[in-house]
């Protein structure tokens, strides 16, 4: 059985952590996911070369089916009632969560992977994500200014040469936007120096032209590199990026790490451990900020220090991350032999965030993953979360890595990976409150 199989520490060769969910013999770094790309991609508008410890319930109700006429945007499907809406005063309103499918962008050749974006100040969004196209791998970007509806591709942020054969150069891009209007883009990068970086790269000119910034965390041990980085912003404006990085510098179990720039992106100090474990990986950070002002780290981690299985906790920092809750949970299979893991988060307008993760619980070990999402049954605040009991489904199997990018209408796109294109459902959630 695939969630049977041992992780070796922190399996970070390729662009994530946790290979026991995949199918076997699926090459993670550079391979070819066996899945169906039957909605709408993600992709460049121009081709060619570039350089430069509870449990939760199970029973989830399905909300819609992935459409399956790829370029003709289709209509959301009838509103769904989340099971747990029996554990919610009655008369609040109903929680209805509808997905959709975005309208498309134009493709080119080439493979995407590890789709991020966020919301400008303007109300554009800006989507970062990898590709291997003509020889090189890429670091790339597009801009929408119509909530999604059409994309325009920025500049490139990096690119290096990848040999047929290589392992990834550049990986994990993420990227957000600093209250001066610098975009900042994060990845992580193995140089020709043997050494493996997380990298920062800023743009002054809305995303024409991009320049390195500098080195966040960096190791000589690829067991041991920084990987998964996340962007947030503190009360002041200044970047902090949170991360997974092996607690040994020889390599083996993560926890999840944060640094802090006061000069976007030159320099990066106050390292701060955000969650640990004494036994088991912490890893993949997913980070907001509550309408309280308090920042939530939810992430990944083992279900017990003899169970390397995966679930959902969180964190809390009601002082810009100087210190930090004890962990909770976000959300524990029923099945312990199943796995929740690889989470992202937004908020929604009312104030609640929404938490997407890769789940492998409505599928056989041989296929991966569905993507859903749990979301609080209050606005939460510091030490006040209730989640709800069950999570719903935002993409019905065969997805991968979900990120978030708020739209304009209160909606979001809810980004994964598919057959390695980066594809997008629109989700809108009302009610539940």
Request: proline content about 7%; charged content about 15%; glycine content about 10%.
């Amino acid at each position: 059985m695939i969630a049977g199989l041992k992780r070796n520490g922190l399996l970070i060769m390729n662009y994530f952590l946790k290979s026991k969910l995949l199918p076997l013999g699926l090459a993670v770094g550079l391979g070819q996911f066996a899945c169906s790309a039957d909605v709408a991609p993600i992709r460049p508008s121009n081709a060619g070369r570039y350089s430069g410890e509870q449990g939760g319930k199970t029973g989830v109700t399905p909300v819609s089916s992935l459409p399956t006429t790829p370029r003709t945007p289709a209509q959301a499907p009838p509103p769904s009632e989340d099971a747990s809406d029996a554990d919610v005063d009655p008369a609040k309103a109903a929680l209805s969560v509808s997905v959709s499918l975005n309208a498309v962008s134009v493709a080119t050749p080439g493979e995407s992977f590890f789709g991020r974006g966020t919301r400008l100040a303007n109300g554009s969004l800006v989507v970062t994500y990898g590709q291997n196209a003509d020889g090189f791998q890429s670091i790339l970007a597009e801009i929408s200014s119509d909530d999604g509806k059409t994309w325009q591709q920025l500049g490139q942020i990096v690119s290096v040469p990848l040999p047929p054969g290589s392992p990834s150069i550049i990986l994990d891009p993420t990227i957000s936007a600093l209250p001066s209007g610098t975009l900042m883009a994060v990845y992580r990068i193995a140089l020709p120096d043997g050494t493996f970086r997380l990298q920062a790269s800023a743009s002054r000119d809305n995303g024409r032209t991009w320049l390195v910034q500098g080195d966040i965390d960096s190791s000589a041990a690829v067991q041991a590199q920084p990987v998964q980085p996340v962007i947030s912003l503190n009360s002041r404006g200044q970047a902090q990026v949170y991360y997974t990085k092996a607690k040994n510098p020889a390599g083996g179990e993560g926890q999840i790490l944060m640094k802090t720039s006061t000069d976007e992106g030159r320099t990066w100090n106050n390292q701060t451990i955000v969650a640990t474990r004494a036994i088991g990986s912490s890893s993949f950070p997913a980070v907001t900020r509550l309408k309280d002002g308090s920042v939530m780290v939810a992430f990944d981690t083992f279900r017990g220090d003899a169970d390397n299985h995966l679930i959902l906790r969180y964190v809390q920092s009601g002082n810009d991350g100087l210190t930090w809750s004890s962990a909770r949970d976000v959300y524990v299979p029923a099945d312990g032999q199943k796995n929740a893991q690889s989470p992202q988060i937004t908020i929604l307008e009312d104030g609640r965030p929404v938490v997407m993760f890769m789940s492998n619980e409505d599928s056989g070990a041989q296929v991966c993953c569905t993507i859903k999402m749990m979301m609080t049954q209050n606005v939460p605040a510091f030490n006040d979360v209730v989640w709800q009991a069950q999570p719903v489904t935002g993409v019905a199997g065969d997805a991968l890595f979900p990120a978030a990018v708020p739209t304009k209408d209160g909606s979001f796109l809810l980004l994964f990976e598919r057959g390695r294109k980066i594809l997008m459902n629109r989700v809108s959630i009302k009610g539940g409150l």
